[in-house]
Every structure is written in C-alpha cells, then in structure tokens.
C-alpha cells in the first residue's frame, strides 16, 4: 500500500509510505483525462456525438467488465454530462468518449496524458488509455498522484463535479434520463465515513491496482490532499477519513496558539495508527 497525506497549502508531507512506488492507478487515471479536457478550453455544455471509430473500444470496456454507462456509437451527448458520468460513477466510456474528442484518438490522447504529467513534476507515471480500465503500462506513484490532484483542485469546474453526491444525466437520442452519484462514500451523508469538510476528487479499483482513493479535506483555514493507492482494505473510506481526522486535530500539527511551534514531522504509517489508537 502506499499513502500520501500532505498539506495542500504548503506542499509539506505529512505521513506517507511508499510514496515513490510506482504501480497501477486504475481510475484514479481519470483525474488526468478530466483535467485535461477542462484545459482544452472546449465548450462543455456543447453536444457530441460518438464516432464509430470507438465501437471497438466500447466493446473492449465491456469485454474487461468495466464500468459503462451504455454508451454508442451515434449517440449524442454533451461533454459536462461525459464528464460527470466519468468523475461520478467513473463510466469509463465517458472517458475514452471525451479521450477521441479532445484529442482525434485514444492513441493522442494519451501521449497528451504523458506530456501534462512531465510538465506537472511526474517523475514514475504513464499513461496508456483514458480511464485505468487496462492495467498494463498505465502506472504512477502516490507522490506523482498528488501533483496531478493538485492540479484538479485547483480547478473549479473539477471541484463542482467532483463534490456532487448524484447528477441527472439528461435523455440522449439513445437513452432516457438518469441518475448517476458518486463513489465516494466520504461525501455522502447516509455513510458512515461522511465527512462534512471532504472534497471529492476519484476512486479507483482493478485487481491489479487494489482499491485507490485520492481526496481533498478543507476545514479551520487548513487544507489537506490524501492519495491511497494499492489498498486492500474493504475500508479504504475509513482509512482516509481517520487519516484526515487525525490530521485536523493533531496537537503537532496545531499547536496551541501560546506555545512555540513545533515543525511537524513526517510520520510512517505505523506511527500514525499508534498516535490514532495508543
């Protein structure tokens, strides 16, 4: 497993393990796709329709058992709707959809991928296909993971739909309206894992990646980003949320206003968990 919790205002690591490991990021893959559309500058709210040069890619998806909200060829949809049905429920059609429409291919699209990650400070990431639905050569690390993130945050389009719980995707020439929500469990109120100072950014899950979560938590002025990447936790809502708890109320992160500050160190996981339960 490897964990990246740092502070978002400062760039200060604040636990972190494995943070240079490189490994399979799933759909945290789609935090680079969704960022690079919003930087394309395209209209949004514009309607597409899918070309059926992507019929077999749709089929692949399918054939890989990942998630699809049906899209087809000759449908018409609207980038903002793609983009929520890729942040929320993470269809990874919307992705390759919104992949051949920004750049001509899936093939440019993700040479582009690779480009913003070397301008963004990567050092171990690459990138194959626009959603981590395919596993092989698709990697990065929990440090390269939060400079992408970063990235996303400070994005406003990103935030808004990142922070959604549910969205109404409007009828299409193919499908009637529906309702897609998000995976993040910190966000929703009926969890117990929801935190109300959580800021959505993806999960991920294959296999090969292991459960994966990058997310945002802003509360008293402070702001803290988290990467987990490669957990085998069924809990991996929990981890972050306790991570996040602790860190808003560390007594070395905070000190009290009368004493010296004390220059936070960073902490291995182990030490974490000690601090959290004795």
């Known amino acids: 497993e490897s964990i990246y919790l740092f ?154 739909i990142a922070d959604t719980m549910s969205y109404k995707l409007p009828a299409t020439n193919v499908h009637p309206a529906r309702t897609v929500t998000t995976t993040n469990k910190l966000l929703k109120p009926g969890s117990g894992y929801y935190r109300s100072y959580a800021h959505g950014m993806k999960t991920g899950f294959t296999t090969q990646a292991g459960r994966c979560f990058v997310t945002f938590a802003q509360q008293d002025g402070h702001t803290y980003g988290l990467v987990i990447l490669g957990s085998n936790s069924q809990n991996i809502f929990r981890e972050a949320a306790e991570l996040f708890d602790w860190a808003f109320t560390s007594p070395e992160l905070h000190p009290a206003p009368a004493e010296p500050e004390v220059e936070p160190e960073k902490h291995g996981l182990s030490a974490f968990w000690h601090k959290v339960f004795g």
Do not use: W
């Not at 899209?71 to 983009?83: C, F, K, N, P, W």
């Not at 050569?137 to 400070?154: E, F, P, Q, V, W």
């Open 7 to 160: 502070d978002a205002d400062t760039g200060e690591v604040l636990v972190e393990q494995n943070p240079d490991l490189p490994r399979c990021v799933a759909s945290l893959t789609k935090m680079m796709t969704a960022l690079l559309v919003l930087e394309s500058g395209t209209d949004l709210s514009a309607s597409i329709t899918i070309p059926a040069s992507l019929t077999p890619e749709l089929q692949s998806i399918r054939a890989n058992r990942g998630h699809t909200i049906g899209l087809q060829a000759g449908e018409a949809v609207r980038r903002i709707d793609m983009m929520y049905a890729m942040l929320l429920p993470s269809a990874n059609d919307a992705a390759s959809v919104l992949a051949v429409d920004t750049s001509g291919s899936l093939a440019a699209f993700a040479a582009q991928m690779n480009v913003r990650a070397s301008q963004l400070g990567c050092t171990a990431t690459h990138f194959t296909c626009p959603h981590g639905l395919y596993d092989g050569g698709n990697y990065s690390t929990a440090r390269d993971m939060a400079k992408i993130a970063l990235a996303c945050y400070a994005d406003p389009t990103y935030r808004q």
